[in-house]
């Protein structure tokens, strides 16, 4: 091991910023009410795989490194040192078997915050260059391309393109158009790449809804990326650059808010999480599309009739957009605005379990296997829900939840929330 970045790493745990690092790595009390909480543990009953172990593993460094009595007398305090079986554990329990979703939190007895110290593990394996080489490559694309699945931009004219002209050709939106790097409007609406490259209908569905509210928005060719994988991987450096690219794109094209598209992550990396990286306060409003539709609805600049959307449907919680975002009231006042019948699933809310699919599990294909298995969970709670429809409000989830609508044959749809609200639109005069 590289004995200088080894120092860098743990200089994270001697320096921290404030007190909420050390409170957190003291605070766990070894009860285990934090093991049923999580769907790694649940699957696969590996004790390694418990919450509190995964705490564990950085707060022993810390007494290891940073205590008296762990430089004194390691085995007393159970410290551990930074060696390569070390490092081989944490890289496969904090990248490799979480998903930073914060259910654990919710189950834990003290309030531990897990996914903050299991970042802070992450951001030290970062410094020594151990970020698994997938979801590394993911940042890379993000930072030289502007977007996380390096689509060049012609590529993404096309794209956009061919969605006007398709919408153009339905009753009520001939005149609907997707505006393109439009200077002064009121809104710059971002996506998740996996739309164009992938689920293109959710971006026509949102220019549906811009158009029948009447919106001033657009597109950027260059910097449309909502999300922000660097806030995954622990590289503070990137995720501040993804981050900055993102607020000069807003200022270049002079808007005034930023909304963000429907990705759970993507909207917490970027609203809660960049004044903390960009270490200033924007100069422009950031909202989710969640919240701008409830506002839509709510004031009456687009109408809906709910008969439209003639399936059952659920809802999976993002954790992002839920249990950590929350809009739980929010999402439902939107989705049950759209649709006839809503069926939750158990549990549901806050309290729902994580698809799989986040903490850049997605985008590590080393733990494809694992994240599948995981998803057993969430396709059960699927299944006995007897829906037609899963809505979602996070194209992460979408993905995630459409390898395990294939894997376990639920027969389901998965639709964004822009879908189903657009499917509702009543166009009028």
């Not at 769907?39 to 593993?57: A, C, H, N, Q, S």
């Not at 329990?93 to 802070?120: K, N, Q, W």
């Not at 396709?379 to 376990?408: E, R, W």
Request: negative net charge; charged residues 25%; aromatic residues 8%.
């Amino acid at each position: 091991m590289n004995t200088e970045l080894t120092e860098k790493a743990l200089d994270i745990l001697r320096h921290p910023a404030d007190s909420k690092l050390i409170t957190h790595l003291n605070a766990c009390v070894h009860c285990g009410l934090c093991g049923t909480s999580c769907l790694f543990y649940k699957t696969f009953e590996d004790p390694r795989f418990i919450p509190g172990k995964k705490v564990d593993l950085v707060s022993s460094l810390y007494r290891r490194y940073c205590t008296t009595i762990g430089k004194v007398a390691p085995k007393l305090v159970h410290a551990r040192d930074l060696d390569d079986a070390m490092v081989e554990e944490m890289v496969d329990s904090l990248y490799g078997a979480c998903t930073m979703c914060g259910r654990c939190v919710a189950h834990c007895s003290i309030g531990v915050d897990i996914p903050f110290v299991v970042r802070t593990g992450r951001r030290m394996l970062a410094t020594m260059g151990l970020v698994p080489k997938t979801l590394q490559a993911t940042v890379d694309a993000a930072v030289n391309t502007g977007n996380n699945m390096g689509i060049p931009e012609d590529e993404f004219i096309d794209t956009i393109q061919w969605m006007e002209e398709e919408m153009q050709g339905e009753e009520g939106f001939e005149e609907a158009t997707i505006p393109l790097n439009a200077e002064g409007k009121e809104i710059l609406y971002t996506l998740n790449p996996r739309e164009p490259k992938f689920f293109p209908l959710s971006i026509s569905a949102a220019a549906k809804i811009f158009y029948a509210a009447g919106a001033s928005w657009t597109l950027s060719t260059q910097m449309y990326d909502v999300t922000n994988y660097g806030y995954f991987s622990g590289n503070d450096a990137e995720a501040t650059l993804i981050a900055k690219h993102m607020y000069d794109e807003v200022a270049r094209l002079g808007a005034k808010k930023l909304v963000l598209g429907e990705c759970g992550h993507g909207s917490r990396a970027l609203r809660w999480e960049s004044p903390n990286y960009m270490k200033q306060t924007p100069d422009f409003e950031m909202t989710t599309l969640v919240e701008l539709l409830e506002m839509y609805l709510k004031t009456g600049r687009i109408k809906l009739d709910k008969s439209l959307n003639t399936k059952k449907y659920t809802i999976h919680d993002p954790c992002n957009i839920t249990r950590n975002g929350g809009l739980f009231n929010t999402l439902r006042f939107v989705v049950k605005s759209a649709v006839p019948e809503l069926i939750e699933m158990d549990p549901y809310g806050n309290d729902n379990f994580c698809c799989g699919g986040g903490g850049g599990m997605l985008a590590m294909s080393e733990y494809n296997e694992r994240r599948l298995k995981v998803g057993k969970i969430k396709a059960d709670q699927i299944a006995k829900t007897g829906a037609d429809v899963v809505i979602t409000p996070c194209h992460n989830c979408v993905d995630q939840l459409s390898q395990i609508n294939h894997t376990y044959k639920l027969g389901v749809e998965i639709k964004s929330v822009a879908e189903v609200v657009a499917d509702a639109l009543v166009m009028g005069k």
